[in-house]
């Protein structure tokens, strides 16, 4: 395991350096497979990669400790709540944060096709007045925390029924980038949930899980064969947004505002 894990950094900017040395210490990695990696094959020039062995199907890629995901139970200011407690986070938190890259930049607006641009335009400033009420919300964020913000809105995602749904930043899964629904590979999954459907599809993967974990334990669980040196990708965008039809121009400034792309 510890070789995969040398020939990744080997590759990696010092950024990703760090972040795999924390994963190492906060014992993240359950298979020797997979790798944070700086390369050219990636879509962002970094990202997660099965190593010199593929992974199989339903196989359990990373277990995630419940104790570092930053959550939020505020409903209505997630992003500021969870920007509050990365900015206060002491330890192996603060030390997970201090790796976080990324978020929307105002010079991405340059990079909007024209069509787009007034979306984009609506959506930053909406932004703004979200991220007012938030510094009123949680007094502890000032001025200089909004690229701080920004990094929470664009690694945020749902936790599921055995978190009550709240939503949180998982580490290992916040580095996976965007392929589509057709390059889409692994998933996330509390333990809880897996326990929850032994009987169906999810059986192979609830035998895999040490009786140990708790139920909010999160898992990073492969959804197809994976070859060697494959790019992990997860997809952004949940089947409830497809469903509402969002206009394509207004989709690709949300796109752009929220992960860049």
């Known amino acids: 395991m510890l070789l995969c894990l040398v020939a990744a950094l080997l590759t990696a900017l010092p950024a990703d350096v760090r972040f795999s040395e924390w ?23 970094r990202g997660l990669f099965t190593l010199s062995e593929g992974v199989k199907r339903n196989d359990v890629l ?22 509050s407690k990365a900015k206060e986070a002491e330890g192996k938190i603060a030390e997970w944060v201090e790796t976080w890259e990324g978020g929307y930049k105002e010079e991405m607006a340059a990079r909007a096709p024209e069509n787009v641009r007034e979306h ?7 932004r703004h007045v979200r991220w007012i009420e938030s510094r009123k919300k949680y007094p502890g964020l000032d001025e200089a925390d ?28 916040d580095m996976l980038n965007h392929g589509g629904r057709e390059d889409e590979n692994v998933r996330l999954c509390p333990v809880g949930e897996a326990r929850a459907k032994m009987g169906n599809d999810m059986g192979e993967v609830s035998n895999k899980v040490p009786p140990e974990l708790d139920d909010r334990d999160m898992l990073l669980i492969a959804t197809k064969d994976i070859p060697p040196e494959s790019e992990l990708f997860t997809c952004y965008i949940n089947e409830n947004e497809r469903a509402q039809g969002i206009e394509r121009d207004e989709e690709l400034a949300r796109r752009l505002m929220t992960w860049g792309f």
């Open 23 to 45: 994963c190492l210490r906060n014992k993240i990695f359950s298979s020797p497979h997979v790798g944070a990696i700086t390369t050219t094959k990636s879509v962002a020039c």
């Open 62 to 83: 990373a277990v995630i400790p419940r104790g570092l995901v930053l959550t939020s139970a505020d409903g209505k200011d997630w992003a500021g709540d969870i920007a």
């Open 120 to 126: 984009l335009k609506r959506k930053v400033e909406r």
């Open 146 to 173: 909004f690229g701080l913000y920004n990094v929470v809105w664009s690694r945020a995602c749902y936790l599921g029924e055995v978190w009550n749904n709240e939503i949180g930043v998982v580490p290992f899964f």
